[in-house]
Structure formats: structure tokens, C-alpha cells
């Protein structure tokens, strides 16, 4: 289909991705109606559509990396899906990052996901506005995202060729 048939092929990555957040989406709404009908609504709460959407920016540049790259990387596949289990633990969202030792904390400055996760925090639990972590989950989503789409578009020429 690639190769015969003038498919959009950044369509796969987009709808993989789409139906990702639509179906989270239902989730974080229903526990949105959850905080508020316990009171604890903020104005900050406003800020939310943009997070969600920098973080789809994000991980769409992330997504339209690794699958351009593993059209050519078969093994990446499997690679990726243990890499991003690690990831997900190395990530303080079911625990607070105050209980991250200190000599780990390195680890946790470099985590890209890190300021998303701040900044959903500050905007849903805190109260916060606009943060320092808000700002940087805003320049990592555009540099993912124009990243990502550089690197799918200079690859996308061969897909058919290696396909």
C-alpha cells in the first residue's frame, strides 16, 4: 500500500497516536469530574488543554521518530516497548519525586516527561498557573514535535524502497 498507492503515510503514526490520547482522554475526564465534584476545582484547570496538547506534540515527535526509524530497525519494536516500561517507572508519576534519592536525581532532570508531569500536578493538585516546568513542557513539545516531523519527512522517501 505504501509503495503502489499514494497513501499519507504520516497518517499511521497520527491516528496511532489520536486514538491514544481519545481513549486516556475519557479517563482524565471522568477523574477531572471526580476532583471537582470533591472540590478541589482551580481556575488553573484552564491551563489543561494546553498541556494535553503539548504533551500530543510531544509524543507525536517521539512516535513519528521511532517509527520512521524502525521501518529500517525491525528489532527497534521490541527495544522500545522494554525501554518504555523502564521509563515509565523512572518517572515519578505514581510516586512524588521528593522520594527520589538524591544521587538519582540527575536521572530525574534529564527525564524529557518530567515537566509534563510537574506541570500536570501544579495545574490539577496545586493550583498553579504558569511555571517553570509549564514553560519547559511547552519547548520540549515543539522541538519534539518539529523534530519529529523533520526526521519522518527526510526518511519517508525510502520507506517503500525498504517496505
Not at 534519592?101 to 490539577?124: H, K, S
Not at 520540549?140 to 516531523?149: D, F, I, M, N, R
Request: hydrophobic share 60%; net charge positive.
Amino acid at each position: 500500500i505504501i509503495s503502489k498507492v499514494a497513501f499519507p503515510v504520516q497518517v499511521l503514526p497520527y491516528s496511532l497516536v489520536s486514538v491514544s490520547f481519545i481513549f486516556n482522554g475519557i479517563g482524565f475526564i471522568i477523574f477531572l469530574c471526580y476532583l471537582a465534584l470533591g472540590g478541589d476545582w482551580h481556575s488553573s484547570w484552564l491551563l489543561l488543554p494546553i498541556l494535553v496538547v503539548c504533551l500530543y506534540l510531544f509524543v507525536l515527535g517521539l512516535v513519528a521518530i521511532l517509527s520512521s526509524l524502525t521501518v529500517f530497525l525491525r528489532d527497534l519494536r521490541e527495544i522500545v516497548s522494554v525501554l518504555v516500561q523502564i521509563w515509565f517507572y523512572a518517572t515519578p508519576i505514581l510516586y512524588p519525586l521528593a522520594m527520589v534519592p538524591e544521587r538519582f536525581r540527575l536521572l530525574m532532570d534529564v527525564n524529557p516527561v518530567l515537566p509534563f508531569i510537574t506541570a500536570f500536578r501544579q495545574c490539577l493538585l496545586q493550583g498553579r498557573f504558569w511555571s517553570g516546568q509549564f514553560t519547559i513542557a511547552v519547548l520540549l513539545a515543539l522541538c519534539s514535535y518539529v523534530l519529529g516531523g523533520y526526521c519522518f519527512m527526510r526518511l519517508k522517501p525510502a520507506f517503500g524502497d525498504v517496505i
